[in-house]
């Protein structure tokens, strides 16, 4: 295996790769690829073997990277599915949620929304990573008044080699006969979700993700070169964007600001803004 960036190979480890299949629900492709997961799982433990999961190797970092490990390759288990309403508790809006296989691209995701006339509310920079490893990671966001990607995220799927678990908030957002179709047993609690959206792969191998979306919206981009005042860092700082755009941009709150600055001279030169 080797990551996107080319920048660490692993050629030791016996891989297992996680495809998508071809049932007719979701529910059941989830409840199939969870079981398999949760046996090879059981294998590694008889083996005394440590597991890695690898999405789309899209980070430079060599984490992944551990000979004496069992690699699970999730990229191909890609799918994703609309959400009905029995599928979901009163009052959730399924029409804004999707259900997600773990190995489908931040790309995909976005992809398959826009066709609902629905987006992401952000992302980070890049779009190449796995959703389930950008939110296990903690990527960054690009919204001011939003949250990282892992914010997306209303419930999930965690297989370890004791269960198959169905994460939620303590009020519930997926019905209880779904999660029963998926072979998972419910858990809703608020600071065990809190934990399983940015788990770092140490609560077990993550297989579905409920992610969450907003109506399709449209950002006008600014870029300009502008000799930036002294006095306009203090208001970066202290987290007063409205004042900045006023006064380079647009007299409205923002949804991003970046300032890009020769480190050597970040007054006399223009900042790209």
């Not at 770092?200 to 993550?206: D, K, M």
């Amino acid at each position: 295996w080797t990551n996107y960036h080319a920048t660490g190979t692993c050629e030791a480890a016996p891989p297992l790769a996680l495809r998508r299949g071809d049932a007719e629900g979701g529910r059941d492709e989830i409840a199939i690829a969870a079981k398999s997961v949760q046996d090879w799982l059981a294998q590694a433990e008889t083996a005394k073997r440590r597991v890695r999961p690898l999405g789309a190797g899209w980070s430079p970092s060599n984490v992944n990277i551990s000979s004496q490990s069992w690699l699970l390759h999730t990229r191909r288990f890609n799918r994703c599915f609309r959400i009905g309403a029995a599928d979901v508790r009163p009052g959730i809006d399924a029409g804004a949620l999707m259900l997600v296989e773990a190995g489908a691209l931040v790309d995909e995701v976005s992809d398959k929304f826009e066709e609902q006339g629905r987006s992401l509310w952000t992302s980070g920079a890049g779009n190449g990573q796995t959703f389930a490893g950008a939110s296990a990671t903690g990527t960054h966001g690009s919204m001011i008044a939003r949250g990282g990607i892992q914010d997306h995220i209303r419930a999930l799927q965690i297989v370890t080699p004791g269960g198959i678990h169905w994460i939620e908030p303590s009020a519930g957002v997926m019905s209880d006969v779904f999660i029963a179709a998926t072979g998972s047993a419910a858990v809703r609690d608020d600071d065990v979700f809190a934990a399983a959206q940015l788990p770092v792969g140490s609560l077990g191998i993550v297989t579905a993700l409920v992610v969450e979306s907003v109506p399709k919206f449209l950002v006008r981009p600014i870029q300009n070169l502008r000799k930036v005042d002294c006095a306009a860092l203090d208001w970066l700082s202290v987290g007063d964007f409205r004042r900045f755009s006023a006064a380079y941009a647009l007299d409205q709150d923002p949804d991003f600001v970046q300032m890009i600055v020769n480190p050597y001279k970040p007054f006399k030169r223009p900042a790209m803004l």
